[in-house]
């Protein structure tokens, strides 16, 4: 049975069963959907004086996207590029904690830590041999605490574990590198943008979204997933982080997007070992367990062979739940709603199950096939673009200019956990037409933003 996380947040439903109103109140800025990218655009705006709607097509309950879960990777090393490196460590870590304080100002008690949401543990990576110097050399240049060995010798003596050759294990020990919760992340968001004195509706889909040049005002159908019933928003203002509905609202407004990104399934199981086989192992094994996750092992050589891994959680009888996934072993798309709800099938499970006993034997651990029990799995979708780095832009206008009152925040694929709170800066920035001294930042913004954009239409 799928677990699903109950997000203790203090925003209400303000409104029951609601009607077509075509003479409300114009909202300043309409932010479409609660999810990660969305609450942290709703957070930065709110907490720079704008006045914000929020809205959620979920309850606080939330069964589907990428809040699902207590655990994603967050982590300091990137071998690719410097841009996911700068997101985490020097943007979304220094932003949390800034959540955090704000959170925690008019509170007695310690009530909100950064390690609420964080959990600082090795993050480790197996790869091959051959990026040897491009990752050392990376890994120089984004200042990261690590250790590595690249050769059999040096995995036995440093860390106990079995490399094949080829392979090189590293290890990486920065703060703040390892997980972070993503639905208390969320909870903690909403808090603060109530506290701001902004609101947040749930059980709130959107259904279309189009701009009525008469009133240079956008119109936002919005459907109560309870009622049915339908309500007219109407705002200068407008961010879209609808995830995998990217393309389908913004068919009036944006409709680009529809081929630019791309929803896939993904799947992920969880597994553990069995209760009677668990307790037969020492107390260093179980540590070594615990230590050596989460863990990316790239090391196969293959985009399908490639995972990643985490302990999710500890069962009842603190027996640690893994979580396992893929990047890369995607399906397509039959029906969005129903996506969320689709089983995993018999090789999905036996590839999770393949991997991570592989990854155990790494570790010298006895472990076997049979003693790895499949706990349960979910599907989840990737919002993918065509280079799979996400978007964080203004759409444009009909002259083909930058329209700076409607910013769309898509294809964040597997990256965008680690960076959540830098993205809604970014996207909050470049709302309020806010400025940036950080030569990075402005690398970073011009990556995601709309020159990427106008490169992706003209190609």
């Not at 947040?200 to 009525?212: A, G, H, L, P």
């Not at 393309?247 to 630019?260: E, I, Q, R, S």
Request: proline fraction near 3%; hydrophobic fraction near 35%.
């Amino acid at each position: 049975m799928r677990r699903t996380i109950t997000l203790t947040i203090i925003a209400t439903l303000f409104y029951g069963c609601i009607s077509e109103d075509s003479t409300q109140e114009v909202i300043e800025t309409l932010i479409i959907g609660g999810g990660l990218m969305g609450s942290s655009t709703a957070w930065h705006l709110s907490d720079q004086g704008n006045n914000i709607l929020l809205l959620e097509k979920q309850d606080s309950i939330y069964t589907q996207g990428s809040i699902l879960g207590e655990a994603r990777i967050a982590r300091s090393s990137n071998r690719s590029s410097d841009i996911w490196s700068f997101l985490h460590n020097n943007k979304s870590v220094a932003e949390t904690q800034r959540l955090i304080n704000y959170l925690q100002s008019e509170t007695a008690s310690p009530a909100y830590k950064i390690e609420d949401l964080y959990t600082t543990s090795p993050v480790t990576y197996v790869g091959r041999t051959k990026v040897y110097e491009q990752l050392h050399a990376s890994l120089i240049r984004q200042n990261i605490d690590y250790q590595m060995a690249i050769t059999p010798e040096e995995g036995m003596s440093m860390f106990d574990v079995t490399l094949p050759d080829s392979v090189l294990i590293q290890r990486e020990y920065n703060k703040h590198s390892g997980t972070l919760n993503p639905h208390k992340l969320i909870a903690y968001l909403h808090k603060a943008i109530a506290k701001r004195g902004n609101k947040i509706y749930y059980n709130t889909e959107v259904t279309n979204v189009r701009f009525n040049e008469k009133s240079d005002l956008y119109e936002i159908e919005a459907k109560d997933s309870g009622t049915g019933s339908v309500r007219l928003f109407h705002a200068k203002n407008v961010i879209s982080a609808a995830g995998p509905y990217t393309g389908k609202l913004l068919k009036n407004v944006a409709p680009y997007f529809d081929t630019l990104i791309n929803p896939q399934r993904v799947f992920l199981a969880f597994l553990k070992i069995k209760k009677a086989d668990y307790q037969k192992l020492t107390n260093q094994e179980k540590e070594k367990i615990k230590s050596f996750y989460p863990v990316i092992n790239s090391s196969k050589g293959t985009r399908d062979g490639s995972f990643f891994a985490m302990i999710e959680y500890f069962d009842e009888d603190s027996i640690p739940v893994i979580k396992i996934g893929g990047h890369f072993p995607r399906t397509e798309i039959d029906n969005m709603d129903k996506v969320w709800a689709k089983d995993l099938s018999v090789s999905e499970v036996a590839w999770s199950v393949t991997n991570t006993l592989e990854y155990f034997q790494l570790l010298n651990l006895s472990v076997s096939q049979d003693q790895i029990e499949y706990v349960n799995g979910y599907s989840c979708v990737y919002s993918l673009t065509g280079t799979e780095v996400p978007f964080v832009t203004p759409i444009f206008n009909e002259d083909n200019s930058p329209n700076e009152r409607f910013i769309v925040l898509g294809g964040m694929s597997g990256v965008g956990a680690k960076g959540t709170m830098a993205y809604g800066l970014i996207a909050a920035h470049s709302l309020n037409k806010k400025s940036s001294n950080d030569s990075l930042y402005n690398v970073v913004k011009k990556a995601l933003g709309v020159e990427r954009l106008k490169n992706e239409l003209n190609n």
